[in-house]
């Protein structure tokens, strides 16, 4: 079955900096990878998503790379702001009917 | 923006008891799911949901797990006979069309905190 890893487990930026998040995924079958925000006691919440057919995609400040070879994607985020800080796990989907498949999720501290 | 509903929201209960988590997926979704997260880990995948019968459903599904769609609007967890380690924060989600290639969003209810003591 799929296999994802998410590095790094923590991270501690300054406001104004970028965040970057890498996942790899072990079946290379998986053609979705969604990533999730969740703030404490939260729902996880789609904040983007790309399909294996795209090799980036951007959304305001939040943009995520796949490369499909290496089987890897990583989430960038541009200028973060302390509403930024929450746990982001990343995502492949398996299986016949779609299930997810998370990473262990990084927890984002952005610092005023 | 319809939402994934459940109840409760948190729920304490005896080790050995049953327990039954509920939710309303959104009118329109087709594929229905159970994920867990125990306290500070990932989210999980339990179990998916389709024309009224488990899909798929992974290791942590054992016999003490069931799922069921009692009528056309719930979709419930239940939980045979709780041990500690069941205490975790389980989500429901669903998704309007489903199966690997779909790229289908998932969309998380709010969870059900469930304690065991």
């Known amino acids: 079955g799929e296999n994802v890893e998410q590095h790094p487990s923590t991270l501690s930026v300054q406001e104004g900096d970028s965040a970057v998040i890498k996942c790899t995924y072990s079946?290379?079958?998986?053609?979705?990878f969604p990533w999730y925000k969740q703030e404490l006691g939260k729902r996880p919440q789609l904040i983007i998503d790309i399909r294996s057919n795209v090799g980036e995609k951007k959304d305001q400040r939040i943009a995520v790379t796949l490369n499909k070879t290496a089987k890897h994607f990583s989430l960038h985020i541009t200028e973060t702001q302390p509403e930024d800080s929450a746990v982001y796990f990343c995502?492949?989907?398996?299986?016949?009917?779609?299930?997810?498949?998370f990473g262990k999720g990084t927890k984002l501290s952005v610092k005023p | 923006e319809p939402e994934v509903t459940q109840t409760p929201s948190h729920q304490v209960t005896q080790m050995g008891q049953e327990v039954i988590l509920r939710c309303v997926p959104i009118?329109?979704?087709?594929?229905f799911y159970w994920y867990r997260q125990i306290l500070g880990q990932k989210v999980e995948f339990l179990v998916s949901?389709?024309?009224?019968?488990?899909?798929?459903k992974s290791e942590i599904f054992d016999d003490q797990f069931s799922v069921e769609r009692p009528d056309g609007s719930n979709f419930t967890l239940k939980i045979r006979s709780t041990k500690l380690e069941d205490s975790a924060m389980y989500f429901c989600?669903?998704?309007?069309?489903?199966?690997?290639?779909?790229?289908?969003?998932?969309?998380f209810g709010e969870g059900s905190w469930l304690t065991v003591v």
């Open positions: 989600a669903s998704s309007p069309i489903g199966g690997r290639f779909s790229g289908n969003t998932i969309y």
């Open positions: 079946d290379s079958a998986s053609n979705y």
């Open positions: 949901f389709y024309n009224n019968e488990i899909s798929e």
């Open positions: 009118s329109n979704h087709l594929y």
């Open positions: 995502a492949a989907r398996e299986g016949s009917q779609g299930n997810l498949i």
